[in-house]
């Protein structure tokens, strides 16, 4: 497998590439041909001789990818001359993880950023990146955003370049763990959901942008309703314990009518009210399942995800997944009890 097998959209799907696979002597040369490929670049390491380095690839639309990189640390440069034998004409946003840090230098700015922070840098400008870890493994993942795909005109996305982005609030406190769990949601996706994925990221990617740039309303109109509509579902997902949590709650807490958010999940696989019910049946048939949680009742597991009357959640319980809430809690005990010879 080499690095021109790299998902190119979401019917390509998944590539996971590790130097482990290579002799250990052959590994920064491999890691120097791999990120070579990706976008030309010269790196430099202390730790040539023991290299180690590792990628997973989600693609979800064309020539855009999710990609996560564990690696030992290094120095990495793309100079005017690089840029001249290849320009993918693409920005990469980066989210720093685990332990590490990097320092990111482009377009005259700077960029020191510790783990949970982002920035924005593009393959059409030199760039200098260190690239630092404690624990002697550096990790990031690196949303892919082919220039075309991002609706600001006129480059102004380059006013952002090697700027640390905020990642606390709006679109940006979405994106950050959305990026870092996508890898595993896709896993179970045909290509049609993981574009949709794909878009969402997208969608959040330039949102995070425009607002920074102060220019939200030249987004277009499908970019901010995507947006809104991943700030719902996560505000969802943050309130599913609230026995309240209905539409007219939700509309209100957005500042829009009942009738837009009706309309906002008009393309969605399901109406609003039916996903608040999905997600708090998955919830409590998780927790009815974990043998650390059988000491609370079914009742109490039922109230804890949002259900105020037993006989409505016993029932819709059955409705989903075909048993009563006591014969699910039972079937993963009795399954636990033959898997460890009980």
């Known amino acids: 497998m080499s690095i021109a097998d790299i998902p190119d959209g979401p019917d390509d799907s998944f590539l996971t590439m590790g130097s482990d696979s ?26 040539a001789p023991r290299f180690e380095g590792r990628l997973e690839a989600v693609g979800m639309l064309p020539r855009s990818q999710v990609t996560t990189f564990t690696f030992s640390p290094m120095t990495a440069r793309r100079s005017l001359a690089q840029i001249r034998r290849q320009d993918p004409e693409d920005y990469f946003m980066i989210l720093v993880g685990g332990r590490s840090s990097i320092r990111l230098e482009q377009s005259r700015n700077v960029a020191c950023l510790g783990s949970g922070e982002m920035t924005l840098y593009s393959s059409s400008r030199p760039l200098i990146s260190d690239f630092h870890d404690p624990g002697q493994q550096c990790r990031m993942t690196v949303l892919r955003l082919p220039r075309t795909a991002l609706p600001l005109a006129d480059g102004r996305a380059d006013r952002l370049l090697a700027e640390p982005l905020p990642t606390r609030t709006g679109s940006a406190a979405l994106l950050a763990p959305y990026l870092t769990g996508l890898p595993d949601a896709a896993r179970s996706c045909g290509p049609a959901e993981l574009a949709r994925l794909g878009s969402v990221a997208v969608d959040l990617a330039a949102s995070l942008l425009a607002a920074r740039l102060g220019e939200q309303d030249a987004l277009p109109v499908e970019t901010r309703k995507a947006a809104l509509l991943a700030r719902i579902n996560a505000f969802i997902d943050h309130n599913l314990a609230d026995p309240w949590l209905r539409p007219a709650a939700i509309a209100a807490h957005h500042h829009i009518s009942v009738r837009t958010l009706h309309t906002l999940f008009r393309d969605a696989p399901e109406p609003v009210a039916a996903t608040v019910r999905r997600r708090r049946l998955q919830r409590s048939h998780a927790d009815l399942t974990d043998p650390a949680l059988r000491h609370r009742t079914i009742g109490e597991t039922a109230a804890r995800w949002g259900f105020r009357n037993p006989a409505d959640f016993s029932r819709a319980f059955r409705a989903a997944y075909g048993v009563s809430p006591s014969e699910a809690r039972e079937r993963a005990q009795n399954a636990k009890d033959l898997g460890t010879g009980c």
Do not use: C, G, K, T
């Open 22 to 47: 290579v002799p250990e002597p052959d590994r920064f040369s491999w890691w120097a041909e791999v990120v070579d490929e990706l976008m030309p670049v010269s790196i430099s390491s202390a730790h």
